[in-house]
């Protein structure tokens, strides 16, 4: 069995070194004197095209053979993955094809083709995304370069918990996002080598618990597509090389409602001036809702991604 390692996540921040960006970690006394704890937010709302997502798409495909990139790459994704390996396919000189849902978000859709992507849209509540793809990758002979069961795209998304802990030490628990997983398989994975006895604690929306009913049963269960306004996070099952990782290193996954999510974005606008999406708050709104039991002295949380338009931000906050 492959197992993901520091050393994967090392090797990922050497290859993303000088492309991808090493995002700001932001402080708030307003923040800290709230939760009471000193908390550091990883801002990868400031990373190539606004959230996380580059880190693990541009390690992948860097790793891809000539042969491979001459003939392009294929991925599904809301939208953030989408203009992860857009933007990587397009700086590494090869072609990309995107599976996108029907009602992603505009901004998004439109980002991805403007990354020079080709973009194929399907219905996300009737039509498996993931089946679809490996019939256009395999029809068209790209490369799938998948959301997050991917070993290069975890080790790419640890380097945003590797960053933290460079920069700031040790912690007492690390908060972080959780869609298909593969953003905290690789920051436990890098966050519990470098800091012993972190607890590394996961958050959902509630509307999409996958990965929490997943770890009670004790195996991948799969739900509805759930209906959140945290898009990036609604995922119907863990991933199958995800949940493992996430079995082994995550000691809990804490469930937020949209309505904690929206006081979240609306938090960090006021108080830090910084716009993040639905999926990039849920993490910061379960330590500001009261959701994280025993807050250590010392909390890192992972704002994942900003990638919301204005009339969508508007709307989600009732200001429209």
């Not at 020079?116 to 995304?129: I, K, P």
Request: a neutral charge.
């Amino acid at each position: 069995m492959v197992e993901l390692t520091l050393e994967d996540v090392q090797a990922a921040a050497g290859r993303i070194a000088g492309v991808a960006h090493r995002t700001p970690v932001l402080t708030s006394r307003t923040l800290n004197e709230r939760v009471g704890a000193e908390v550091f937010l990883k801002a990868e709302n400031f990373q190539r095209i606004g959230a996380f997502k580059f880190r693990g798409a541009f390690n992948a495909i860097s790793r891809l053979t000539a042969e491979q990139l001459g003939r392009g790459v294929a991925a599904y994704s809301s939208g953030n993955h989408a203009q992860a390996v857009a933007l990587a396919a397009r700086l590494a000189g090869t072609a990309a094809v995107i599976l996108m849902p029907k009602d992603a978000p505009p901004t998004k859709m439109a980002a991805t083709r403007g990354y020079g992507a080709e973009v194929v849209t399907y219905d996300r509540y009737a039509q498996d995304r993931a089946a679809l793809a490996k019939q256009l990758s395999e029809e068209r002979g790209l490369t799938l370069i998948p959301p997050y069961d991917h070993y290069d795209v975890m080790a790419g998304q640890g380097t945003v918990a590797l960053e933290l802990i460079e920069e700031v030490g040790p912690l007492g628990a690390l908060l972080v996002p959780i869609g298909g997983g593969g953003l905290i398989s690789g920051c436990a994975t890098a966050a519990t080598a470098l800091s012993p006895g972190i607890r590394v604690i996961g958050v959902e929306p509630a509307a999409g618990d996958d990965t929490a009913r997943s770890l009670a049963a004790g195996k991948r269960v799969q739900i509805d597509i759930p209906r959140t306004i945290a898009d990036g996070q609604a995922i119907a099952t863990p991933g199958e090389l995800t949940f493992p990782v996430v079995q082994r290193l995550v000691d809990s996954v804490a469930l937020v409602s949209d309505d904690e999510i929206r006081a979240a974005m609306t938090f960090v606008f006021e108080r830090l001036k910084i716009v993040v999406e639905p999926s990039g708050a849920s993490a910061l709104a379960a330590l500001l809702s009261g959701r994280i039991k025993a807050v250590p002295e010392r909390v890192g949380v992972v704002i994942s991604g900003g990638n919301v338009g204005l009339e969508r931000w508007l709307e989600l906050l009732g200001k429209g």
